[in-house]
């Protein structure tokens, strides 16, 4: 469902090879929401809510040190959106998800394809033309 486009790439390779795979947890996530055959699905919600937060951890770091190298005149402002990200993730309830698990696993997805496209054309993208420029 969620589909990596060109538009997506920021000619970093790891950059993108870190985007691409959150795209494969979003749609991992999304076949589970879309699962009739798995009723119970707290579990598994959870432990993609962890592989998330752990894989989003990863990339922001790496996305952070390659700001850092660069020397992008936006980091804090960029590094601040990242623990935004963050802390959302963190702040999952777990009652709310053994409530309504679809629901809940529906509103995590909308959120993190949201954030990540729109931080991915957005925010990455200025610091593309921000390194294109120093070159």
């Known amino acids: 469902m969620f589909e990596w486009k060109r538009e997506y790439e ?10 691409k795979e959150l795209f494969k947890i979003a749609n991992r996530s999304y076949k ?3 699962n009739d055959m798995v009723t119970d699905k707290y ?11 752990d894989y989003c951890e990863y990339h922001f770091s790496t996305e952070e040190k390659f700001l ?3 020397k992008y005149n936006k980091f804090i402002s960029h ?7 963050i802390k959302k993730l963190r702040s999952s309830n777990l009652n709310d998800i053994d409530d309504n698990q679809d629901e809940y696993l529906m509103d995590i997805l909308n ?4 954030w990540i ?3 991915i054309l957005s ?13």
């Open 43 to 53: 579990d598994r919600v959870v432990e993609i809510i962890n592989e998330l937060l």
């Open 117 to 119: 496209s729109g931080h």
């Open 10 to 19: 920021t000619g970093i390779e790891i950059i993108d090879s870190q985007h």
């Open 32 to 34: 589970l929401l879309k």
């Open 68 to 70: 850092i190298d660069i």
């Open 79 to 85: 590094k601040s959106q990242h623990e935004e990200f």
């Open 123 to 135: 925010k990455d993208m200025d610091y593309v033309r921000f390194n294109n420029s120093i070159k």
């Open 111 to 114: 959120f993190f394809i949201k």
